[in-house]
């Protein structure tokens, strides 16, 4: 009952169209500045869409999924700043020192390399980690923590090899895409209309695979992974689709981000961003989809918006929101609209209390009746 | 149909089982029973891959030794298990509780392309209506009663259509109308498979039992028909020198 309710108001076709709608005209009234902020909040709901896939609805929280976004963005950043050297040298190599170009950037002077790559990458690591820790059947926490060891390697990394990733400063001084000007406001526009579309073939593509059988045998895995052995399934395997699935998603996130702010560095995938991330699902309502997505434009939308109005405070309005959050509602925003209804959903049983009560008890009996 | 070579499972120096050679028969109800700590569900346990012998072999139809198998390859060879504690998905609604039970290709590739034939969803439907679920097939498995979880999870176990049930102490916590219904469906069951159940209600066995097994410190102490089992001095010596449960 619950769920059908459920069903009927948040999967609305109606509603999906409308705010779909809205967010394709927003360049008409939404400045450059405030539509390159709602652009970036898209893109952290693609990635948050991919973490709910993981976290919501298979139940292995991740806090590294700041990595794979950052591998997504520092590829598109490699084609982005070749294209802008005119596949010259990058400044911050002649200034430690090299030579010539390194290997592994070869293969980003070609931009439609960067975008599969982009994507990939991110990919075939969520699948090399996940394969190794799932099969061996490192679950819950543990793998929690191996994902947040992760993020400190590879940051290490990246920061060490300032030769080659531009160390703590990053990538950035972008000129063009594709040979348009990426700072112009009619690219930045169609970037914003492409970050929109590509959320919304993710949303509409997660969606299909939920609703499906699969999303059924993630929530079984979820929450009963050795009950789902007995039933015949390999968990491992599931994990490890979704995970690579979520990485995947996370980069293709990444590379519109850096489209849209210019510049990717280690301290925007390291830990605290990773964290960040797992709190957007969370705020937003986990194993909703719609809720994600809620939650990375909420959240990042608050953080902007407190940053600007009170800049001496807006961390302890931040925080507040989090505790206000996880204490009163701990299903997310989602579970307060879910809340709402349910209480709406009781009135109605109240005023036809009496004819529940009675299907309630034949129901019942039917039980009896049919097992004989 | 299943047999097992002296298996010896040995929880680091305590032998839960102890060099058990074991049979069962198709079409058989086949009750174990024994007082506490027998090694009654650790050998429920080892057949469906829970927990690993030390030494011995478990075949299945003569071929397989499912002791080398992971737990969901020895469940496509045709065995499923029903634990103790009902462990239905309380977030998924009855029906799709049975839908992912149901026997299908279960990697992932089939899974993500699943749809339900008409032959399917009759299966479906016809199970529902055999534990009387029909009218809450679109309820969450979590708001059923007791009872009904338990019923919806042998459920899922048939749905499986497997050649041998496991049941461990599936009548715990049932009245005794809803007991009478499980044995009824018990039997009906056993006419197409076999099935191995672990039970401590000895009217229930005494009702629906073709063969029983005593088990006693991990070993095979007597096997018959419950009535030679009643008569028999050592069963007798064992659960009256141990308190009857």
Not at chain 1, 216 to 239: H, I, Q, T
Not at chain 2, 206 to 230: C, I, R
Request: glycine share 10%.
């Amino acid at each position: 009952m619950q769920k059908a309710i459920y069903q009927s108001v948040f999967n609305n076709k109606v509603l999906f169209t409308f705010i779909l709608l809205i967010l394709l005209l927003a360049p008409l009234f939404l400045s450059d500045f405030r539509l390159n902020l709602l652009g970036k909040f898209l893109a952290f709901a693609i990635l948050a869409i991919g973490l709910d896939l993981l976290w919501g609805y298979t139940g292995v929280l991740s806090l590294g999924h700041g990595i794979f976004f950052g591998l997504g963005a520092y590829c598109m950043a490699m084609y982005l700043k070749l294209e802008a050297t005119g596949g010259k040298l990058p400044d911050f190599m002649t200034w430690s020192g090299m030579q010539e170009l390194p290997l592994i950037w070869l293969p980003f002077q070609y931009p439609i390399v960067a975008i599969i790559l982009g994507i990939l990458l991110p990919a075939a690591i969520a699948f090399l980690l996940g394969y190794l820790t799932f099969r061996n059947r490192i679950n819950g926490v543990y793998f929690t923590i191996l994902s947040q060891a992760l993020v400190l390697v590879v940051v290490t990394l990246f920061i060490g090899q300032q030769n080659i990733t531009g160390g703590t400063s990053g990538v950035t001084n972008f000129e063009t895409f594709f040979g348009f000007h990426v700072n112009s406001s009619s690219t930045q526009t169609v970037i914003y209309l492409i970050t929109v579309v590509v959320l919304a073939s993710v949303f509409l593509g997660c969606r299909k695979l939920v609703k499906g059988r699969l999303g059924n045998v993630l929530v079984g895995v979820r929450d009963g992974e050795n009950r789902m052995r007995f039933l015949g399934y390999n968990p491992s395997n599931y994990k490890t689709f979704v995970y690579t699935l979520s990485g995947g998603l996370a980069g293709l996130a990444g590379m519109l981000f850096v489209l849209q702010v210019g510049i990717i560095s280690p301290t925007m995938i390291g830990i605290i961003p990773s964290i960040e991330m797992v709190l957007w699902v969370a705020l937003g309502g986990r194993g909703t989809l719609i809720g994600p997505v809620i939650g990375a434009v909420f959240v990042n939308a608050a953080k902007t918006g407190f940053s600007e109005s009170y800049p001496e405070y807006w961390t302890y309005f931040l925080g507040a929101l989090f505790v206000i959050v996880v204490v009163f509602l701990p299903k997310g925003l989602m579970g307060l609209v879910e809340m709402i209804q349910e209480r709406r959903r009781k009135v109605d049983v109240k005023q036809s209390g009496i004819k529940e009560s009675n299907i309630k008890e034949s129901s019942s009996v039917e039980v009896e009746k049919n097992y004989s | 149909m299943l047999k097992s070579k002296k298996i010896t499972v040995d929880f680091s120096g305590f032998k839960a089982i102890n060099e058990l050679d074991f049979e069962v028969n198709r079409n058989t109800v086949h009750f174990v029973i024994g007082p506490n700590g027998a090694g009654k569900t650790t050998l429920l346990d080892v057949i469906c891959g829970n927990a690993r012998v030390s030494t011995g072999k478990i075949t299945f139809n003569d071929k397989h030794d499912l002791t080398k198998m992971s737990e969901n390859e020895i469940v496509d060879q045709g065995i499923s298990r029903k634990f103790q504690a009902p462990s239905v998905f309380h977030h998924l609604t009855v029906y799709e509780n049975l839908e992912i039970a149901m026997k299908q290709k279960k990697n992932l590739f089939s899974i993500i392309k699943a749809n339900n034939n008409q032959e399917d969803e009759r299966k479906l439907e016809d199970m529902l209506e055999l534990i009387g679920l029909t009218e809450e097939k679109d309820n969450l498995a979590g708001s059923l009663a007791h009872g009904q979880k338990q019923w919806l999870e042998i459920a899922m176990v048939l749905m499986q259509e497997p050649d041998l049930v496991l049941l461990d102490e599936p009548i715990a916590g049932m009245s005794k109308s809803e007991r009478k219904k499980t044995g009824e469906l018990i039997t009906k069951v056993a006419k197409e498979r076999a099935v191995l159940i672990v039970e401590h209600d000895m009217d229930f066995v005494k009702d629906y039992a073709d063969v029983v097994t005593v088990m006693h410190e991990g070993q095979l102490l007597f096997e018959g028909s419950m009535e030679d089992v009643q008569k028999d001095s050592r069963v007798r010596e064992v659960y009256l020198g141990r308190k009857v449960d």
